[in-house]
């Protein structure tokens, strides 16, 4: 399946933004941290579908899907909206959420889990241009997230214990990205998006109720009824349908890279809304990765294939 070069430049563009909107997610969800995790994942997703029913209503029984694509969604669902989130909250919450420690070094090998499995699964192929700015692209990543690229380890007794959970959330993440591009490759995305929230919730509420956390709905206040709302209408479900329409039409390898805008975007709201001030290796870094992301992403906009070879 082709596109024309306007999608194939779209597609990069939409990526970026997606991920623009996952850096105010931090700042977000702090009102909601009274909450237990498993009960954060199924209402935001909860609250999002409900926004975006009225728009795919029409598309509930007109369109097909196969036992392939079915398969992709309920996978994409338990692994990405519901564990990814709950185990990478948990590796958080074992390092006193500090954002300079091995949880985020660890994230850092989505793009490998992501690369990996487009490579299997939809036969993804790279070459040497794509390899030398994805790496440089990481490691400028890791140099934005840690000032002066020092990692903090001494996190307490949980540190392993984070260690491994954080690494199942990139394996989460970026294995979800191949089977979500196995989704969209010829439905409609918004009926996608709407799928992928529903079997979240599904996933959600089982996990509530397994976890005996039912009874803390109930303690929601009005404020956080309104976070649920802004972070449906940003960072949650309207981020989600912008990155589906743009990993649509582009390949599962250039958007990984084109992610690591989201930390980013993540550490200069820190340093806007926090007053938390940037090392000198910092700004290189970012600056580094901008240029990076922007050669991967001259790549995609020189491949219209949906499977491309890079």
């Given at each position: 399946?082709?596109?024309?070069?306007?999608?194939?430049?779209?597609?990069?563009?939409?990526?970026?933004?997606?991920?623009?909107?996952?850096?105010?997610?931090?700042?977000?969800?702090?009102?909601?941290?009274?909450?237990?995790?498993?009960?954060?994942?199924?209402?935001?997703?909860?609250?999002?579908?409900?926004?975006l029913?009225?728009?795919?209503?029409?598309?509930?029984?007109?369109?097909?899907?196969?036992?392939?694509?079915?398969?992709?969604?309920?996978?994409?669902?338990?692994?990405?909206g519901?564990?990814?989130?709950?185990?990478?909250?948990?590796?958080?919450?074992?390092?006193?959420?500090?954002?300079?420690?091995?949880?985020?070094?660890?994230?850092?090998?989505?793009?490998?889990?992501?690369?990996?499995?487009?490579?299997?699964?939809?036969?993804?192929?790279?070459?040497?241009?794509?390899?030398?700015?994805?790496?440089?692209a990481?490691?400028?990543?890791?140099?934005?997230?840690?000032?002066?690229?020092?990692?903090?380890?001494?996190?307490g007794?949980?540190?392993?214990?984070?260690?491994?959970?954080?690494?199942?959330?990139?394996?989460?993440?970026?294995?979800?990205?191949?089977?979500?591009?196995?989704?969209?490759?010829?439905?409609?995305?918004?009926?996608?998006?709407?799928l992928?929230?529903?079997?979240?919730?599904?996933?959600?509420?089982?996990?509530?109720?397994?976890?005996?956390?039912?009874?803390?709905?109930?303690?929601?206040?009005?404020?956080?009824?309104?976070?649920?709302?802004?972070?449906?209408?940003?960072?949650?479900?309207?981020?989600?349908?912008?990155?589906?329409?743009?990993?649509?039409?582009t390949?599962?390898?250039?958007?990984?890279?084109?992610?690591?805008?989201?930390?980013?975007?993540?550490?200069?709201?820190?340093?806007v809304?926090?007053?938390?001030?940037?090392?000198?290796?910092?700004?290189?870094?970012?600056?580094?990765?901008?240029?990076?992301?922007?050669?991967?992403?001259?790549?995609?906009?020189?491949?219209?294939?949906?499977?491309?070879?890079?």
């Amino acid at each position: 399946m082709e596109h024309t070069k306007k999608q194939v430049f779209s597609g990069p563009l939409l990526i970026v933004i997606a991920a623009l909107l996952w850096g105010l997610d931090g700042v977000l969800r702090r009102s909601l941290y009274s909450l237990p995790p498993i009960t954060i994942v199924f209402l935001e997703h909860l609250v999002g579908f409900l926004i975006l029913l009225p728009f795919v209503f029409k598309s509930f029984g007109r369109v097909k899907l196969s036992r392939k694509e079915w398969a992709a969604i309920i996978f994409v669902s338990l692994l990405s909206g519901l564990l990814g989130t709950l185990w990478f909250t948990t590796a958080l919450l074992r390092t006193a959420f500090i954002s300079f420690s091995v949880v985020f070094l660890l994230q850092k090998l989505q793009p490998i889990f992501a690369i990996t499995t487009a490579r299997i699964f939809l036969k993804e192929k790279l070459d040497r241009r794509y390899v030398f700015w994805a790496l440089l692209a990481v490691v400028s990543a890791y140099f934005v997230t840690f000032p002066n690229g020092v990692v903090n380890f001494k996190t307490g007794a949980g540190t392993i214990v984070a260690a491994l959970f954080a690494v199942g959330a990139a394996f989460a993440w970026g294995t979800s990205t191949t089977f979500s591009k196995i989704a969209l490759t010829d439905k409609p995305t918004n009926y996608i998006t709407s799928l992928r929230f529903l079997f979240t919730i599904i996933f959600a509420f089982v996990g509530v109720l397994i976890l005996g956390k039912f009874r803390s709905i109930g303690t929601l206040g009005s404020g956080q009824i309104w976070t649920l709302v802004i972070i449906a209408l940003s960072s949650g479900m309207v981020s989600l349908l912008i990155y589906y329409r743009g990993l649509k039409t582009t390949p599962v390898a250039v958007s990984t890279i084109l992610e690591l805008f989201y930390p980013l975007v993540a550490v200069f709201i820190d340093v806007v809304v926090y007053k938390n001030v940037l090392a000198i290796s910092q700004y290189v870094a970012a600056a580094v990765l901008l240029y990076a992301m922007y050669r991967v992403g001259k790549i995609a906009m020189g491949k219209p294939a949906q499977v491309v070879s890079l």
